[in-house]
Every structure is written in structure tokens, then in C-alpha cells.
């Protein structure tokens, strides 16, 4: 067994890509939630709100011919790898072309806009507008196909395509690929783009935030006065890598991975289950070998959903009991849906790095039905520590854990 370690980052999201943009905001106390004016015209939607990245656009180097199978999910994360193979110093290097280094990544699905192409074609029976490139924009693999052809790569190629858990499954089964010794190299993660269809999911669940003229104020994870979720967008991948490969070639490490699960409830499409969400934190501590004193820290799922936040709250409560140290990053940047696990390991380990952990804003009021946690809240907090978990929880029971340690 390997052991692994993350080498790069590469970033797009609502609060910034780089971790001094993404600090600034945390620090700030402010979301990046907008009122999406776009979707007003949408009849019977009743969210209007949305976290958006602003100001993205491709690099100039990548040519037409290189995006045209390439839609907005894809572009984000093909742009993030390259910043996160630049990150590692592995931009260009041969490595990436020996069978040696794979993709593990994931969304919850392919661009929308190139799926509303081919249903036009069911209603209009006609195939104007359908490309060449049209299903490779809608496909579930997209994005790591994308990557993997833009960049040259020969190795396993994982695709996550599991909702929420799309970016922590990537960079789980990447540490899996590496420590059982299948590749040396992952690019791991995922990304989402911002689309209507996304909040209409939500919108029909009843579980979406409707403070469509006070964004600042939603969402509100584990506060009472939640109201639901808010969809966002964004890509991240890190830069997985065989711990002796790395110190090899003399590449900064940023943590190392130290235990991943994952499991199913196995019992309700929709709703979560606390027992399950249990067990995957434990069984992500017994393949760390670690005893749950040794968390320092949790980043929650927390998307300000009534039954997930309870549900996740005691299943926490079950693990480490009421002092451990737990927020959420979706109070900035609404539920990034694929690319959150991702984000939220990534910010995770550089709270971690840092010292400092961010609180979850608009916590006011702690609902009662929420476990009693040891919430950050205010200005954040100063924390020492030697581990941290992420936890993630999708649509269709699926529920991650992962474990980062502090490198030495």
C-alpha cells in the first residue's frame, strides 16, 4: 500500500481560485450568492437565486478545435487542471503520458445546454442544431474525458457522476488507484455548471431558498430560520500523487490522504439517513487507522436542508460527540452540486495549512433539532490540528468521508 499525497490545486468557484482570493472572502463574512435574473422568466420556479462564477473565461492558448467538445462543465475543469498540473510541476511532463497517471472525476451531469439540444430534436423531429460534438458536451463523462484528451493522458479514467458525492468519490477512488498501485499520478475531483435545471430539481422538492431579495442572507445551514439550499457552480482538481514519487522529484505536498469511504443507505432516493451517514465517518477513521480524537476538524456537507442538516448533525454527534469543530463552506457559495467535494477538501486542507477555519455565516440560531456540534461561528477560529474530515452526501443514499493530514 502507497501512500498518497496532493501535490496541486487548480480551482474555479464563487469565492475565488486561488487560496488568498478564497480567504478574503471567508474572512469577509460575505456569500457570493446573486439574484439570478435570468431565471426570472421561468414560470413556476420559485428560487431565483444562484452562486455563479464570475469572470470565467478559457484561457487564450486553447484553441477553437481544442473546446468545441468542450461545454461550460468541461471548460472549468480542463482550465482548473491545468492550473493544478502547473501547481505541481507537472505541466508537460512526460509522466503524464506513460499510462501512469489517470483521472478520477466527476459531475452530475454533462452540459445542459447540449442535452436541451437533443430534446428539442425528440419535439421538434428534426436534428438542427445536434453536432458532432453535441453528445460529447451532454455525456455524464465530460469532464474527465475532456481532460484526459486535452492533456495526453493514458491511464485509468474513473468517472464519478453521483450528484453531490461526484467530487469527493473522484478524489476517493484517485487515492484508491495510487495506494493499491495502479497509477502513480491522479488528477481527482470535480465540477458543475450553473443552470436552472439544477435549482428546478431542488425547486420541486420544496427544499430550495426562496430570500430572492435578500441573497446575502441565504443559505443558512443548521440555522433555524433556513429556508433550503441555493445551487452554485464551480471545478476544482487536485493533484493526487504517490508519496515517494513526489519527495522524488521534490514537489510541495499539501497534505496527504489518509482514509476515504464510502457506502449507500440503501433505503430512500431523497432522504438521508443518520445511521449511514455514521458509518461511512467511522469506516473512513478505521482505513485511516485513526481514533475520532485524532479530527481536529470538520467540513460539513451542510447544504441548509431541514432533514439534512439534522440528519448529518447527529450522525456527526455519533462519531465524535459535542466538541468537535464543524462548519460549512455552502453558506458562501450555495451547493456547487459535482464540483463540492472537491472545493470543500481543497479549503479544508488550506484552513488546515493555515491555522485558521471559517465559520458557517448566517448561523444565528442553531436549530434544536440540529445535534449540539461545536459550530464555528463569528470571525472563525484559530485551530492547530493534525487532521481534518469532509463529508459528503448525495442524492440516491450515496455518502463519503474523507481524511486529510497535515504534512510534515
Not at 485511516?288 to 480524537?293: M, N, Q, Y
Not at 440528519?311 to 455552502?330: H, M, Q, R
Given at each position: ?20 482570493e ?7 463574512l ?17 428560487t431565483?437565486?444562484?452562486g ?11 484553441t ?9 462543465v ?5 482550465a ?11 505541466l ?14 466527476g ?11 437533443f430534446?428539442n430534436?425528440l ?10 460534438t ?12 475532456n ?22 468519490q473522484?478524489?476517493?477512488?484517485a ?9 502513480d ?10 443552470c ?5 430539481v ?18 443558512r445551514?443548521?440555522?433555524?430560520d ?8 464551480g ?16 514537489a510541495?505536498?499539501?497534505?496527504e ?15 438521508p ?46 462519531v ?11 453558506s ?14 481543497w479549503l479544508?486542507?488550506?484552513?488546515m495549512?493555515?491555522?485558521?477555519f ?15 456540534l461545536?459550530?464555528?461561528t ?5 485551530l492547530?490540528?493534525e ?14 468521508s474523507?481524511?486529510?493530514k497535515r504534512?510534515?
Amino acid at each position: 500500500m502507497h501512500r498518497v499525497v496532493v501535490t496541486g490545486v487548480g480551482a474555479y468557484s464563487p469565492v475565488g481560485s486561488t487560496w488568498p482570493e478564497v480567504e478574503e472572502t471567508l474572512r469577509s463574512l460575505q456569500n457570493r450568492i446573486q439574484h439570478m435574473e435570468a431565471w426570472d422568466e421561468y414560470d413556476g420556479l420559485h428560487t431565483r437565486l444562484g452562486g455563479p462564477v464570475l469572470n470565467f473565461e478559457m484561457p487564450e492558448h486553447f484553441t477553437r478545435k481544442q473546446t468545441r467538445s468542450m461545454g461550460r462543465v468541461s471548460k472549468m475543469a480542463t482550465a482548473a487542471s491545468e492550473n493544478a498540473l502547473r501547481d505541481a510541476g507537472l505541466l508537460n511532463d512526460p509522466v503524464l503520458k506513460t499510462g501512469r497517471a489517470g483521472i478520477s472525476y466527476g459531475s452530475s451531469s454533462g452540459s445542459t445546454d447540449a442535452i436541451s439540444d437533443f430534446a428539442n430534436m425528440l419535439q421538434s423531429k428534426s436534428l438542427d442544431g445536434i453536432t458532432a460534438t453535441t453528445y460529447i458536451r451532454m455525456m455524464g463523462h465530460t469532464a474527465p474525458v475532456n481532460i484526459g484528451v486535452y492533456f495526453g493522458l493514458k491511464g485509468r479514467i474513473f468517472t464519478t457522476t453521483v450528484a453531490c458525492a461526484s467530487g469527493s468519490q473522484g478524489i476517493g477512488y484517485a487515492y484508491e488507484a495510487i495506494r493499491n498501485g495502479s497509477q502513480d499520478i491522479m488528477l481527482a475531483g470535480g465540477g458543475e455548471e450553473l443552470c436552472p435545471t439544477q435549482a428546478a430539481v431542488f425547486d420541486t422538492l420544496y427544499a430550495t431558498s426562496t430570500r430572492n431579495d435578500t441573497p446575502e442572507s441565504t443559505p443558512r445551514p443548521f440555522d433555524r430560520d433556513r429556508d433550503g439550499l441555493v445551487i452554485g457552480e464551480g471545478a476544482c482538481t487536485l493533484i493526487l500523487e504517490r508519496r515517494d514519487h513526489a519527495l522524488a522529484r521534490g514537489a510541495s505536498i499539501y497534505a496527504e490522504i489518509v482514509g476515504f469511504e464510502t457506502n449507500s443507505d440503501g433505503a430512500h432516493v431523497t432522504q438521508p439517513s443518520a445511521p449511514t451517514m455514521q458509518r461511512v465517518m467511522e469506516l473512513a477513521l478505521e482505513n485511516a487507522g485513526l481514533s475520532p480524537d485524532a479530527v481536529g476538524y470538520v467540513s460539513a456537507h451542510g447544504t441548509a436542508t431541514e432533514r439534512g442538516d439534522i440528519a448529518e448533525t447527529n450522525a456527526t454527534l455519533g462519531v465524535f460527540g459535542e466538541d468537535i469543530p464543524i462548519s460549512s463552506l455552502k453558506s458562501y457559495t450555495g451547493h456547487t452540486l459535482g464540483a463540492c467535494g472537491a472545493l470543500e477538501s481543497w479549503l479544508a486542507i488550506e484552513m488546515m495549512n493555515h491555522g485558521w477555519f471559517m465559520p458557517t455565516i448566517n448561523l444565528d440560531n442553531v436549530d434544536s433539532k440540529c445535534a449540539p456540534l461545536d459550530y464555528i461561528t463569528g470571525a472563525g477560529r484559530d485551530l492547530d490540528v493534525e487532521y481534518v474530515m469532509n463529508n459528503n452526501f448525495a442524492f440516491g443514499g450515496i455518502n463519503t468521508s474523507l481524511i486529510f493530514k497535515r504534512h510534515d
